[in-house]
C-alpha cells in the first residue's frame, strides 16, 4: 500500500509534466518560428527546408508526449505496478489531438510566412 503524501507527490508530479507538455506544445511553434524565419530571410536554409524543420519541430512535443506514454504503459506491464494515473491515461487523446491541432494550424501561418518573406540579397 502506497501512504497517501507519496500517493499526493506522484499525482502532483504527473499534472506538473501534463502542464509542461502543454505549455511545450504552445511555445515550440513560437520559437522554433522565430528562429527558422530568420535563418530563411539570412539565406542560410531555403523555404521548403525552412517549413520542412518547424514541421518537425512542432510535432516533436506531440511525439515525445506520446512516446512517453507508451514507454510507462510498457514498463506498467513488465512490472505490474500502476505507474499512470487514471487522469492522465484518459486524457491521452486530447493532448496529442490537441498538439496535431496545433502544428496544422501553425505550419500553415508558417507556410504563409516563409513564402511572403524577402530574402537577404
Do not use: C, H, N
Not at 522554433?32 to 518547424?54: D, F, M, P, Q
Not at 514498463?75 to 505490474?80: A, C, D, N, S, V
Amino acid at each position: 500500500m502506497v501512504p497517501r503524501e507519496a500517493e499526493g507527490m506522484d499525482r502532483l508530479f504527473w499534472q506538473a509534466l501534463y502542464v509542461g507538455f502543454l505549455l511545450a506544445i504552445l511555445i515550440v511553434p513560437v520559437a522554433a518560428g522565430r528562429a527558422l524565419l530568420r535563418r530563411t530571410r539570412a539565406g542560410v536554409i531555403s523555404r521548403l527546408k525552412g517549413v520542412g524543420l518547424y514541421a518537425l519541430a512542432v510535432l516533436s512535443p506531440p511525439f515525445l508526449y506520446l512516446g512517453m506514454f507508451f514507454a510507462m504503459v510498457g514498463i506498467e506491464e513488465l512490472t505490474g505496478a500502476a505507474i499512470i494515473p487514471e487522469e492522465i491515461a484518459r486524457s491521452l487523446l486530447l493532448v496529442v489531438g490537441f498538439g496535431l491541432l496545433v502544428w496544422i494550424l501553425a505550419l500553415v501561418i508558417y507556410a504563409i510566412a516563409a513564402v511572403t518573406t524577402r530574402l537577404a540579397s
